[in-house]
């Protein structure tokens, strides 16, 4: 079955550069997602990629995606203090209709 | 609404009471989730529903959990006869429709389920 697996923790310094990771087992994902839940707070979907695309970038977010080895990463550029939170990695198939969330990475910022 | 808004907010039950947890969706959204979070824990789907289609009940954990969804809009998950593995904060989410590009899932607040 479907299966979307994360480190469960991640601390950089203040300044530098995060990456998470995720793998997934579905080989007819389609779409994969990050999703970034603050404490006390809802779910907010940061970005997506399709599966055709091998990267995405928008502002201080890179999305890199090895559809061979089922391996996505989120690269957060010069973190700061405010992206301390939980990352969720999440896909889609495209014979189904439900989303596969992973267990969430906890980033935290240290000065 | 402007948002997916949940109900209540926060609960507390004795194990063994039925609960019902509410979900309002946002509106014109056809798709309609709901999922688990344990503390510490990812999401775990339990049910989606789109449209008029038959609803997707492959992540419900027991028969003790059911859903249903009303006119295409508000939906219910009511869990019976709780037990305290229940515990976890219930999340909504709704889209336009089943999921092509950029469809966005909006989650709602969550519903925090206290069995003790």
């Known amino acids: 079955g479907e299966d979307v697996e994360q480190s469960l923790f991640l601390s950089v310094r203040e300044g530098d550069s995060s990456v998470i990771n995720c793998t997934y087992t579905?080989?007819?994902?389609?779409?994969l997602y990050w999703y970034k839940q603050e404490p006390g707070a809802g779910l907010q979907l940061l970005t997506y990629?399709?599966?055709?695309?091998d990267m995405k970038q928008d502002q201080r977010l890179t999305v890199l995606l090895n559809k061979k080895d089922k391996h996505l990463s989120l690269r957060i550029a010069d973190t700061q203090t405010g992206d301390s939170a939980i990352y969720f990695c999440?896909?889609?198939?495209?014979?189904?209709?439900?989303?596969?969330f992973g267990s969430g990475t906890r980033l935290s910022i240290r000065p | 609404g402007a948002g997916v808004s949940q109900s209540p907010s926060n609960k507390v039950t004795e194990k063994g009471k039925d609960v019902e947890l509410r979900c309002d969706p946002i509106?014109?959204?056809?798709?309609l989730y709901w999922y688990r979070q344990s503390l510490g824990q990812g999401l775990e789907f339990l049910i989606y529903?789109?449209?008029?289609?038959?609803?997707?009940k492959s992540g419900l954990p027991s028969d003790r959990f059911s859903a249903e969804r009303t006119g295409g809009s508000v939906s219910t998950l009511t869990i019976q006869r709780t037990q305290q593995e229940d515990s976890a904060v219930y999340l909504c989410?709704?889209?336009?429709?089943?999921?092509?590009?950029?469809?966005?899932?909006?989650f709602g607040e969550g519903s925090w389920l206290t069995v003790v």
């Open positions: 989410a709704s889209s336009r429709d089943r999921g092509t590009a950029g469809n966005t899932i909006y």
């Open positions: 579905d080989s007819s994902s389609t779409y």
């Open positions: 990629i399709f599966s055709n695309m």
């Open positions: 999440a896909e889609r198939s495209s014979s189904a209709s439900k989303i596969i």
């Open positions: 509106s014109g959204h056809t798709a």
């Open positions: 529903f789109q449209g008029n289609s038959a609803p997707d």
